[in-house]
């Protein structure tokens, strides 16, 4: 199975864009795709670099070299912070992809989301590391209110922080059809597409590229000036 891809990676409201995003062309028929959305843009770009670069030298859909990824840019990451004299912490959440011939794999920590979409319908979607998702979990708050509850970015698990990376990995590899749908994301980007709309836009789009311009719309009419970074990556499985 042959994976495509669109990006998308914008400052919004603020002067830097805390995001990052990358990817590994697939080789041996094999890719990887990371959003990141860092408490500063170091932690950022460090996160994905090293998550890449760990993937290139040693390519495979498997959770033990999704937990060693993981395990490795959370040791570099704060080797990293301890050096730095500033007082932002080097503090990041990220989604992977792995992908390839008849299977996918993906990890996350944090509250950048994977969706999975089938036939025009969401049949997977990961749960943000938040306090927010705590209460959703608890029964406490709907789903649908994490997008304005204000606790959604105080997160209980990110890379960067000592003792609190735990990330959420796949147990067991995703079984890949034709025509499947992946979208990562960061939270200024979900925030202001609902599941229904993420679902309608692509009925209405010709392309990966397009499905994200109509869902980057949907941002910019509802966001305050002062809006968030927002990142997101599509993905789609061809035969």
């Not at 995001?19 to 932690?43: M, T």
């Not at 202001?192 to 941002?219: F, G, H, N, P």
């Amino acid at each position: 199975m042959k994976m495509i891809s669109a990006f998308l990676s914008k400052p919004g409201g603020r002067e830097i864009n805390q995001d990052a995003i990358g990817f590994l062309p697939a080789k041996a028929s094999l890719g990887c795709w990371v959003v990141a959305d860092g408490r500063s843009e170091l932690a950022a770009k460090q996160a994905v670099q090293e998550i890449l670069d760990n993937f290139e030298a040693n390519p495979a859909i498997s959770q033990p070299v999704l937990v060693r990824v993981m395990e490795w840019v959370q040791k570099h990451i704060l080797v990293l912070q301890a050096t730095q004299k500033s007082n932002v912490p080097l503090s990041s959440a990220v989604a992977i992809i792995c992908a390839g011939g008849l299977s996918a794999l993906w990890a996350h920590v944090g509250n950048v989301r994977i969706y999975v979409f089938r036939n025009g319908e969401i049949i997977s979607q990961t749960k943000d590391h938040s306090v927010s998702q705590a209460l959703v979990d608890a029964g406490k708050l709907s789903p649908a209110e994490i997008r304005t509850h204000e606790e959604r970015r105080l997160l209980l698990r990110s890379l960067g922080t000592p003792g609190g990376m735990r990330p959420s990995i796949l147990e067991n590899r995703f079984k890949l059809m034709p025509d499947d749908l992946f979208l990562i994301c960061t939270d200024g980007f979900w925030e202001y597409v609902t599941e229904l709309e993420m679902q309608a836009d692509w009925c209405k789009s010709v392309d990966l590229q397009e499905w994200l311009q109509r869902m980057e719309m949907r941002i910019l009419l509802a966001a305050p000036p002062d809006h968030d970074n927002y990142s997101a990556i599509a993905l789609m499985a061809e035969p």
